[in-house]
């Protein structure tokens, strides 16, 4: 991993550099240190607690058998959280849900945010306008995006699509039951493709033309440009866009909530989703847990990839 | 980027202009239809916004606006309101120190300090709302709006730590040191030199906080019942089918996204530094 830009080169305070020779110089370096500490130690402590505490508490509840609504249910079980959740199918369903919603979600959004950014790279007529219509979807709360795309557009018999649809032999379909995956995978799609398009396309307006005009004196057509010259060039910001979503869509909860509430059946129930119904209808403390600490491993592996590309991101400003 | 420069870039590219802004417009409009049409149902009477064929042509009414207002809404909208204001400041008093501790008097193994913050970002929420559940529950503060700013600040502080950070190595080296000869301390650098160069990074860390502060459903539907819930929650009541009411519905969700939609709107330009966290500008 390559070193990001993290500081500026450290401006010598007067007591560093006065003290190397004098005695106590090791002492008052040592308090410029923790001068230099004291304005991040209130955050780091801040952060820290919230985050560490619950999280500690989450490994240790995961061995533990614990019924919420049962005072005294408290007993320790080893590892037969861990037993349950890996021989249940529920598990590897809510697991199967969250791969594919993720990468479907990821992938389609990317590829559409990477289209309309190229298109927004051009000179158009009224760009600000169709910019601030297409972050549109981003802004909306995503609880409110949900209803109105399953009661107003969705419903099979009042919904819009419905209507458009209805000539073409498509009418009267409930397609939130029908097709529950797909309608969260659009939803989703509709919402981070904005976020997608937005990133790429400050990365194409990074770009250096004269790498392009060159290509094109030389006689490159458009899509080798694209393939050799512009592709390369936005890779950091695509994979920047799809990590950061990926971190953001694995994590999705409003949309299942407010359309199919994980099913029909478990058809839309992925690991948060799960961890919610067991955690909050089953009211096993310790199971939760459980899957709590395995979301938690899933996505340090992707988050792990995730920073990589950002520091990587960093490097580059800071060479520019 | 320069009218001379777009217009290099869009001969460079190719085509006609015209051909790709109507093209532009439809995939804007494709994308923004279900917001507008969101509006639209929300002005509309409740037989209208069921109707069948849809109505496109009516009389704008702003009646389920006022019976969303005048009812059970407001709550819920100051709520949000509450939650909103006290983390975003919060992130930004506790941010600003730490982004300066991490840029201008850089503490050693501040690389180390910044993975800390944004791992912390990417734990997934599920994994620890079980625990906050019962330590709000232990500490009676289930249902306290209190709860919520703890936990929206630090779903904030990482990124807007970031954020800053990015913001503050933007000031030239210049200004501190012209500081310190005067014998400038902490304190007066960071509200003599850095504060009045930092505004605009304030306000991209003020628009992410806001719109993944006022937007979060997770944590608000398991830890708020009735006093604390917050806007998204309103739309909770919107879920079950029993009856159409396609208008107060859509006027709710409406009333709902606005702050978010008209601040992401008129702050375009902080929007795509602040979800990257001062990566990408």
Redesign the interface.
């Known amino acids: 991993m390559s070193q990001p830009n993290v500081s500026k080169p450290a401006v010598p305070g007067p007591v560093v550099s006065a003290g190397a020779a004098r005695p106590g110089a090791a002492a008052s370096a040592r308090r410029d240190g923790w001068l230099r500490r004291l304005p991040l130690l209130p955050a780091l402590v801040y952060v820290f607690l919230i985050t560490q505490i619950p999280f500690a508490l989450t490994v240790y509840y995961s061995f533990f058998s614990w019924n919420l609504l049962q005072p005294g249910s408290f007993r320790f079980a080893g590892l037969q959280n861990y037993a349950a959740i890996l021989s249940e199918p529920s598990t590897r369903i809510a697991i199967a849900n969250t791969v594919v919603l993720t990468l479907l979600a990821v992938a389609i959004s990317v590829v559409i945010g990477v289209l309309v950014a190229m298109l927004l790279n051009r000179e158009l007529f009224g760009k600000g306008v169709i910019r601030t219509l297409m972050i549109g979807p981003f802004l909306v709360m995503p609880t409110a995006a949900a209803l109105i795309w399953k009661d107003t557009l969705l419903n099979p018999i009042f919904g819009l699509v419905d209507y458009v649809l209805s000539p073409i032999g498509l009418g009267h379909v409930d397609w939130v039951n029908r097709f529950p995956m797909a309608t969260i995978v659009t939803i989703e799609v509709w919402r981070w493709t904005p976020f997608m398009m937005l990133i790429v396309l400050a990365g194409l307006q990074s770009q250096n033309l004269e790498t392009l005009e060159a290509a094109r004196v030389d006689g490159a057509n458009a899509i080798s440009m694209f393939r050799y010259i512009t592709l390369p060039f936005i890779r950091p910001f695509v994979e920047l866009g799809a990590l950061l979503g990926s971190l953001f869509i694995v994590q999705t909860f409003d949309s299942i909530f407010m359309t199919t509430q994980g099913g029909p059946g478990q058809a839309t129930t992925n690991i948060p989703f799960l961890l919610y119904l067991v955690a909050f209808q089953g009211f096993d403390v310790g199971r939760a847990s459980a899957i709590g600490v395995f979301a938690v491993i899933l996505t340090m592996i992707v988050a792990s990839f995730a920073l990589r590309t950002l520091f990587t991101i960093f490097h580059v400003e800071a060479r520019r | ?1 320069s009218i001379a ?6 001969a ?4 006609s ?2 051909f ?2 109507l ?3 439809v ?3 494709l ?2 239809f ?2 507008l ?2 509006v639209l ?1 929300a002005l509309k009477s409740e037989p209208q ?2 109707s ?3 109505t496109i042509l009516f009389a704008p009414t702003l009646d389920e606006f006022q019976s969303v207002l005048s009812r059970d809404f407001p709550p819920f909208f100051i709520n949000s309101a509450i939650a909103t204001i006290g983390s975003t400041l919060l992130v930004l008093v ?2 600003l ?2 982004a ?9 193994r ?2 180390d ?8 970002r ?14 709000a529950r232990d500490l009676h503060v289930l249902d306290n709006i209190l709860a919520l700013i ?2 929206y ?2 779903i904030n ?2 990124l807007g ?1 970031w954020l800053l950070r990015s913001f503050l ?1 933007e000031i030239p ?1 210049d200004l ?2 012209a500081a ?1 000869v005067d014998g400038a301390g ?1 304190f007066d650098e960071l509200i003599g030199v850095v504060l009045p160069l930092v505004m605009p990074g304030l306000a991209a860390t003020s628009l992410i906080c806001l ?1 993944f502060t ?2 979060e ?2 944590y608000a ?2 830890l708020t019942s009735s006093i604390a819930a917050t ?2 929650i309103f ?2 009541g ?2 079950s ?1 029993r009856g ?1 009411f ?1 208008a107060k ?2 006027a ?3 009333l ?2 606005l702050p ?2 008209l601040a ?2 008129i702050a ?1 330009k902080q ?2 530094r602040g ?3 001062g ?3």
């Open positions: 980027m420069t777009a217009r290099r870039r869009g460079l590219l190719g085509g202009k015209s790709w802004s093209l532009g417009w995939v804007a409009i994308f923004f279900p917001v049409w969101m149902e916004a069921a069948i064929p849809p506790l941010g120190p730490a300066y501790a991490l840029a201008i008097r850089p503490v050693k501040a690389r300090a910044l993975f800390f913050f944004i791992s912390t990417f734990l997934p929420f599920a994994a620890s709302l079980v625990p906050l559940y019962i330590l703890v936990i600040t630090t502080l990482p730590v190595l080296n501190f040191e310190r902490f719109i006022w937007n459903f997770f539907v398991n806007s998204p739309l909770v919107f879920i089918g159409l396609y519905l859509s709710a969700a409406t709902a996204s978010v939609l992401g709107w375009q929007l795509i979800l990257t966290m990566a990408v500008k």
